[in-house]
């Protein structure tokens, strides 16, 4: 079993900043990429951030020069680094890893961290 444990999710004013994690847990042999999803009120969900396990990013155009993902392998940890926050910065953000265990390869998923940005 693997469990993805988010936090740093808040109510901030535009302009501001937040920082999210995201922790893996459990029967875990070795994760591949990890990631930041988000979804609005009313809209389907849509990638944020990736990176592999080398440590290769990759961006959404509209969070690029804003947003930072990184991660520690020895912590299973995945970051997001979120500054000049706009109101359309506002969602439901879940995290994403590509968990390999002794049984199989699949994709987990976090339960969802909400970031307000208020104008």
């Known amino acids: 079993q693997v469990q993805l444990v988010e936090s740093g999710g808040g109510l901030v004013q535009a302009g501001g900043s937040l920082r999210l994690s995201c922790a893996a847990s459990g029967s875990i042999f070795s994760i591949n990429a990890m990631g930041w999803y988000r979804q609005a009120p009313g809209k389907s969900r849509e990638l944020v951030a990736t990176i592999t396990n080398g440590g290769s990013a990759n961006y959404a155009d509209s969070v690029k020069g804003r947003f930072t993902i990184s991660r520690d392998n020895a912590k299973n940890t995945v970051y997001l680094q979120m500054n000049s926050l706009k109101p359309e910065d506002t969602a439901v953000y879940y995290c994403?890893?590509?968990?390999?265990?002794?049984?199989?390869?699949?994709?987990?998923w976090g339960q969802g961290t909400q970031v307000t940005v208020s104008s």
């Open positions: 994403d890893a590509q968990v390999l265990t002794t049984w199989d390869t699949r994709d987990y």
